[in-house]
């Protein structure tokens, strides 16, 4: 894994299986550093309004969210011979209208970059979902990660269509743990 | 009289369009390194050692160094002695139109009202601006939007006067938080009218990244709003540390006597930027 002998310090990078079962999701605490490894269905923008748009509806969704980790991300197209092009977080906070529904049908962990709403991270302590942040602008970093792409739903968003993702050693930081703590939060109130 | 072909224009940008989004210029890359190097937090080092390693890997992989390749904004700088044989706005389209087909880069360009994608990444933003002599000079800047969302306008009353200018600059930076893929390069327009303030902080954004601006009072304000900045933000990707900013630079324009228009236009870590002269 080319992460893995990059001169950078991965030590502290704890393992972390998804789908995110009850008992490890509760174990993690903002701040926790790790890597992510498993599968993931990725959404962004244009896939949370027609997501929602279906539950309006009352219409079933493509996949069954319940227990799964949803990243926002759009990512580039991939060259040929590689399963994806550059795949880094978008900003969380255009998500935050939609996420307490789908944290309603069962959603258990969310994975972007920036602060979430007030609204979101109550939605979150009442369900025991987390949320995570990748690292953004490493997208070609993090690419590396990702080892299958499948395409879920909404191939005509282009990039703003819903991919199920094989990674291994994703890395991302806990932000939002199940007690209710913020690590930009704390990071902040450091700051004064 | 020079005369410079549209198909020459349309290769310049293509080749721009993919080499922005792969290959970061020096002078981000050097701002990177020097921040790694005096960043205080250890979670914070590591961070932009991986955001380092990003930017590596983008070159020599050819994967764009972050997934958003931006909407893009072209500068062009037209001197009267040249004449453009064919259609000088058409040709540079067609240059982010085949650079972004061919680059394997996102198409992030949409209708305001349907939210439609236009699938091209066209149209791109295009400023000309008439220069004497012979000069014909394109800057090419694809800017992501997680920054681009976190800038800002205030049309300031002069009583407020620079001290207002530069708390508006460094209250912008530090509301958006972790968002804007901190650490950034502050592109600030100060004075002129509502529209020359926000083309001015977006241009800025091409000066080498840290050069201080020719205007001494300018330069101790770009000083002081960038130590600001660090002592009150967040850090890199919000995650804490002294490197919220690399780098503020300020234009100015005159004024009316009446107004103090002050644009901030935030540009994340993944500064994509190319230039080229024909
Ligand atoms: S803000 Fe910049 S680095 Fe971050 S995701 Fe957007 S384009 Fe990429």
């Known amino acids: ?192 | 009289m020079r005369i410079i072909e549209e198909a020459a224009i349309t290769r310049a940008v293509q080749e721009m369009a993919v080499a922005a989004a792969h290959h970061l210029e020096p002078d981000i890359l050097d701002a990177l390194l020097a921040a790694r190097d005096r960043e205080t937090s250890p979670l914070a080092k590591n961070v932009l050692d991986i955001l380092l390693k990003n930017a590596d890997i983008a070159s020599r992989e050819m994967i764009p160094a972050c997934q958003d390749t931006g909407i893009c904004t072209v500068f062009v700088t037209l001197g009267q002695e040249v004449t453009v044989r064919g259609d000088l706005l058409a040709a540079i389209q067609e240059g982010v139109r085949s650079g972004y087909a061919e680059g394997y880069l996102r198409k992030s360009v949409c209708d305001p009202v349907t939210r439609k994608n236009t699938g091209t990444n066209v149209p791109a933003v295009i400023h000309v601006e008439v220069a004497p002599g012979e000069e014909f000079r394109i800057a090419f800047l694809p800017k992501g939007c997680g920054s681009e969302n976190m800038s800002g306008l205030k049309m300031l009353p002069p009583s407020s006067g620079i001290p207002g200018a530069m708390d508006y600059i460094v209250e912008t930076v530090v509301k958006a938080g972790p968002n804007p893929c901190p650490p950034l390069v502050v592109g600030v327009g100060i004075g002129g009218t509502f529209e020359r303030a926000a083309y001015m902080a977006k241009k800025v954004l091409l000066r080498p990244v840290g050069r201080p601006s020719e205007r001494e009072d300018v330069a101790r304000i770009e000083a002081e709003v960038l130590a600001r900045i660090n002592q009150a933000g967040r850090g890199v990707l919000g995650l804490g540390g002294c490197n919220t900013a690399l780098a503020v630079h300020v234009e100015t324009f005159p004024t009316h006597i009446a107004s103090l228009p002050v644009a901030v236009n935030i540009q994340c870590h993944s500064h994509r930027h190319k230039q080229v002269v024909l």
């Open chain 1, 1 to 192: 894994m080319s992460l893995l002998r990059a001169p950078i310090d991965f030590a502290d990078f704890k393992p972390v299986t998804l789908p995110l079962a009850d008992d490890a999701a509760a174990e993690l605490r903002a701040g926790d550093l790790i890597f992510l490894t498993g599968t993931l269905y990725t959404g962004r923008d244009q896939t949370h309004r027609r997501l929602c748009a279906l539950l309006d509806e009352g219409r079933e969704l493509p996949v069954d969210l319940r227990g799964q980790l949803l990243y926002y991300v759009g990512p580039s197209p991939p060259r040929p011979g590689r399963v994806i092009g550059a795949a880094g977080p978008t900003t969380s906070y255009r998500m935050d209208a939609y996420t307490p529904r789908l944290l309603d049908l069962g959603l258990k962990a969310t994975l972007g970059k920036g602060a979430r709403s007030l609204p979101v991270r109550e939605a979150m302590r009442q369900h025991g979902a987390v949320y995570f942040a990748a690292f953004g602008g490493a997208g070609a970093l993090l690419s590396q990660c990702i080892k299958a792409v499948d395409l879920v739903a909404f191939e005509d968003a282009g990039p703003e269509a819903m991919f199920r993702f094989e990674v291994c050693d994703f890395p991302a930081v806990v932000i939002n743990d199940v007690a209710g703590r913020d690590f930009y939060e704390e990071i902040a109130a450091q700051k004064g």
